[in-house]
């Protein structure tokens, strides 16, 4: 049996003359072979498979080989009949209408338009060729329906237009993106922040800092920031660093200490972290150094729960929604 390349979405759909043609030439190979009295052994199987070929179900390939069934007259006026697959198409094709919502059909100029551009330039997309006509050409596609990029796209893979897959090599090397991002469980470091007093969720106390590391689009390899927030007084450290490590965090830490010097402790009481490892050092921040004498208190957010350290901002946001008037801080 002869091969043809059916789309699985083409499935109990509208046929084209190529499935038409195919079904009945096959047909009449078939009746070749087996032209004994012995003929319709295996003829169940064989429409069987046509129609899995095919796409369709084996009712409509009946009813395709008794309208493509006709008759004719020879030289002699004798009568007898003849498979054709035009006959079955053509009386098959009245008594299917076009949708009148097929966008295939609405916009068969603005689809030609798009092929022609593309055949007499290779080096343009489809992406590239819709858009340029869209923007740039619009007293070609002003008064034409037009279609998307993905509607093209996907009647080039069921094989509605003149353009093939192989003939856009960029759609042939383009490889979707795999949703296999996964998460791995981090460890909490140091004391928890739910372990953190009330009386710093109130911000009436100073001394009480938020700390984040900034990094560049290039993923902190021309440096970054360590920025410290005051929860009080909102007083804020923007301290650059040469790289993304917790050797520099803590010994900007050590400088803080040493510009401060014995009031270090009394204006980093604490100072909370998320769970980056760029804070791993966190046990040597929190004393000073060479000693075990204690400088500060290390506290840090749930992983995965930024908003742990956004509290109070979601207190005046429940206080704004509540109350239906804007808040002041």
Request: glycine share 4%.
């Amino acid at each position: 049996m002869n091969t043809i390349t059916i789309s699985h979405k083409s499935k109990h759909k509208h046929l084209n003359f190529q499935h038409y043609e195919f079904i009945i030439n096959s047909l009449i190979k078939f009746n070749a072979l087996h032209s004994d009295s012995n003929r319709n052994i295996g003829k169940t199987q064989f429409i069987k498979d046509i129609a899995s070929t095919v796409g369709t179900s084996v009712s409509n390939v009946y009813s395709i080989i008794k309208d493509a069934t006709i008759t004719v007259r020879d030289y002699n006026l004798n009568e007898h009949t003849e498979l054709s697959a035009l006959a079955a198409f053509n009386k098959r094709s009245k008594n299917h209408k076009i949708p009148n919502n097929s966008k295939l059909f609405k916009a068969h100029d603005f689809i030609t338009l798009v092929e022609d551009e593309m055949k007499s330039n290779r080096l343009s997309s489809v992406d590239e060729t819709i858009h340029h006509l869209i923007l740039h050409e619009k007293d070609k596609t002003s008064n034409i329906e037009t279609v998307s990029t993905k509607t093209f796209y996907n009647y080039i893979h069921q094989g509605c237009i003149d353009i093939r897959p192989i003939d856009l090599p960029r759609m042939l090397r383009r490889k979707q993106k795999k949703n296999d991002k996964t998460f791995i469980p981090k460890r909490q470091k140091g004391t928890p922040i739910t372990e953190r007093p009330d009386s710093i969720e109130t911000r009436e106390e100073f001394g009480h800092w938020e700390a984040d590391l900034v990094v560049g689009p290039r993923n902190g390899r021309n440096g970054a920031y360590l920025t410290l927030i005051e929860r009080k007084t909102r007083f804020y450290y923007m301290i650059p660093i040469t790289s993304q490590s917790s050797k520099k965090v803590y010994m900007q830490i050590n400088r803080l200490h040493k510009f401060y010097g014995d009031s270090f402790n009394q204006i980093f009481k604490s100072i909370t972290f998320d769970n980056g490892s760029e804070f791993s050092r966190w046990k040597d921040m929190e004393k000073k150094p060479g000693t075990k004498e204690k400088r500060t208190t290390i506290y840090f957010g749930r992983p995965y729960h930024s908003c742990d350290r956004c509290q109070y901002w979601k207190s005046i946001i429940d206080k704004c929604y509540s109350t239906g008037k804007p808040v002041i801080t």
